[in-house]
């Protein structure tokens, strides 16, 4: 089993580029999330979904895009980066009961 | 809303020191609660887990008790070792949805 698999592993952008972020998981969770970790902020979460179709904003959606389109894939869009979103991102997957699964994660710099 | 609050760190500890690392949330309901851990460079692992009062997880020799009188998750280790260095994160799921809301984290370094 792979888990959650993220790529990039890291990404430097351009004020303004668009970039997805990419998330796979092969264990038939139907809970994904994107979270993002920042310097004395722990992680917050950016956006949700509880399967496949159906997805949802957390704390700090602004500026990122998701779909669902199947239930092992859960993408995130920077539709216009800024230095802002600068940081670590991570996805996870649940099936509910055990807890998240988290992915090794995609640092991302904004210049 | 939901919150978890832990101590801050960082925490400097010898090696087979006693580690005490306290979280207390604020939720509705009966939460689940968790502790991951993150090693250098790596993304978070689900260390240990409760979910409803008095449960106790355990893993790896660390144990936390689920106390819902004191709303707190306290995470404890007898003796930690240099390869318990790492960031350890507190967290609560409300279980309806299954958002995690997150500590800022705490980070132990354990000299030998």
């Known amino acids: 089993n792979a888990g959650v698999t993220q790529t990039p592993k890291f990404q430097v952008l351009k004020t303004g580029q668009s970039m997805t972020l990419q998330c796979a998981q092969d264990m038939n969770h139907e809970y994904m999330s994107w979270y993002r970790q920042d310097p004395g902020m722990g992680l917050r979460l950016i956006h949700y979904?509880?399967?496949?179709?159906?997805?949802d904003q957390g704390e700090v959606p602004n500026g990122y895009n998701v779909s669902r389109s199947t239930t092992e894939d859960f993408p995130l869009r920077l539709l216009s980066a800024a230095p802002s979103q600068t940081s670590v991102y991570f996805c996870a997957s649940t099936s509910g009961v055990g807890g998240y699964t988290f992915g090794s994660g995609t640092r991302l710099t904004v210049v | 809303g939901d919150s978890v609050t832990q101590m801050e760190g960082p925490v400097t500890l010898s090696e087979e020191a006693f580690l005490t690392i306290n979280c207390t949330y604020t939720?509705?309901?009966?939460?689940?609660l968790f502790w991951y851990v993150q090693y250098p460079g790596e993304g978070l692992q689900l260390l240990l887990k409760a979910t409803k009062a008095d449960d106790k997880g355990s893993n790896k020799g660390f144990e936390a008790t689920y106390r819902k009188e004191t709303t707190s998750f306290h995470l404890e280790k007898g003796s930690v070792q240099v390869s318990d260095s790492a960031v350890y994160f507190c967290?609560?799921?409300?279980?309806?949805?299954?958002?995690?809301?997150f500590g800022k984290g705490t980070l132990l370094t354990v000299n030998p």
């Open positions: 967290a609560l799921s409300p279980g309806s949805n299954y958002k995690l809301t």
């Open positions: 939720a509705t309901g009966y939460p689940s």
């Open positions: 979904s509880v399967g496949a179709g159906i997805t």
